[in-house]
């Protein structure tokens, strides 16, 4: 039961170091520390010292002419302290590789590299602009956040870019069910040889917060109508209570597949520089081909209907690097697969790419990035890399 003693230990510590800092005779007079509240007066002076040390190291810089090599790597924690991700291991291969020293002081290095955006946590609560780089520019999250960029696609009218999506958000679901009752009744009213079958996947939700391709189920026509009119007639849990916070898109069918299994795309994008905005397309984007074949009925995630690394399961005998070979296809060999399927209209592969498919996923991240850039702080010192899964269809249509 040593977890119990930790609480009155807390207590015993506090006690002791107020009594302490009672008998500090600088505040023993009433109002001599100002009208302002302790903690406004520490952040007053946080500040004032992170201006000074920025202008400091400036003038340094200015002196010598050049900027330190020197990079941190800190293990910023998230927001509940439930997790710490080390920045990957190639990250710190390249810096070192490019003469950068690996420092334990945020404080004199140029670049900050963490897996995390709390730049809250950083020395001073930030960087100096004008002479350091953090890799999580703040207020990324309307983008790196699946349920906040939709609906920024949607108020800038972009919602086209994606599969039909509805917003279930606390407060605001009546609007997206009346829409999804229309789905479902305009699916009940096709004729029997039209109508999709009611096992195969209509629709997949994704629940707000969740990563690396967690908190996601796919549903069937069948499973979907079965959960709304228990719904409607007050029977079993409520729908929204499944789908707030969350995101429900139609699934793509048929998607693009490569060999008969299921691919999407993860492209990349470096955010330079918020204003001007200064973002960069980065060429060696892949294709995430599922290790199981693609079925429209199958609903278990890890059995052909998902693609990224969470799923991927190693069949009998084979090396994670066998695995991933198969699983992740550079753009000449996705383009070679729809060659020799006799997909690409008899186009050459090279030339399908540089002139039909990756202008389509230039303009897909363009649009994204435009829609969702005015909630990035524009302060300078931040950049990142962001992975942008892109959705395609058969018949080649990109998607968000």
Not at 67 to 88: C, G, H, M, W, Y
Not at 108 to 118: E, L, N, P, Q, Y
Not at 315 to 333: K, N, T, W
Request: proline share 6%; hydrophobic share 40%; net charge positive.
């Amino acid at each position: 039961q040593t977890s119990n003693i930790f609480g009155p230990m807390l207590l015993l510590i506090l006690a002791a170091f107020l009594t302490v800092v009672a008998t500090d005779s600088q505040c023993a007079s009433d109002g001599q520390c100002g009208s302002s509240s302790l903690e406004e007066q520490l952040d007053t002076l946080v500040a004032t010292k992170h201006r000074e040390y920025c202008a400091s190291r400036l003038g340094l810089v200015r002196q010598t002419g050049k900027l330190p090599k020197r990079v941190a790597f800190p293990i910023l924690q998230d927001a509940l302290v439930t997790s710490n991700f080390p920045v990957e291991k190639a990250w710190r291969e390249e810096f070192i590789k490019s003469g950068y020293e690996q420092t334990s002081s945020v404080l004199s290095a140029t670049f900050i590299m963490s897996k995390r955006d709390r730049f809250d946590l950083l020395p001073f609560g930030g960087v100096c602009g004008a002479t350091q780089m953090f890799n999580q520019i703040p207020g990324q999250s309307i983008w790196t956040d699946k349920v906040s960029a939709s609906r920024a696609l949607r108020a800038k009218g972009l919602a086209h870019t994606q599969p039909m999506t509805l917003l279930f958000e606390k407060g605001s679901s009546a609007n997206e069910l009346q829409q999804l009752d229309t789905e479902l009744a305009a699916w009940k009213a096709m004729s029997a040889d039209t109508r999709p079958p009611g096992d195969v996947v209509a629709f997949i939700h994704k629940r707000a917060g969740a990563h690396n391709s967690q908190g996601i189920t796919l549903l069937s026509w069948d499973e979907l109508l079965q959960r709304r009119e228990r719904n409607k007639s007050g029977k079993g849990k409520p729908l929204t209570d499944f789908l707030v916070p969350g995101l429900l898109q139609r699934y793509l069918d048929p998607p693009l597949l490569l060999a008969g299994h299921k691919a999407d795309l993860r492209c990349y994008i470096l955010v330079a520089n918020v204003k001007p905005l200064a973002a960069f397309f980065y060429k060696d984007w892949f294709a995430r081909r599922s290790p199981q074949p693609y079925s429209p009925r199958e609903t278990d995630p890890d059995k052909g209907a998902l693609t990224a690394a969470a799923h991927l399961k190693l069949p009998g005998g084979q090396s994670v690097d066998e695995a991933l070979h198969d699983a992740q296809l550079s753009p000449e060999r996705m383009a070679a697969i729809l060659h020799n399927e006799d997909r690409l209209g008899g186009v050459a592969p090279a030339r399908w790419l540089r002139d039909t498919f990756i202008p389509r996923l230039k303009h897909l991240t363009s649009r994204t990035l435009q829609a969702v850039i005015d909630g990035f702080s524009p302060k300078a010192g931040y950049y990142s890399v962001y992975g942008l899964d892109v959705l395609v269809d058969a018949e080649f249509n990109v998607y968000f």
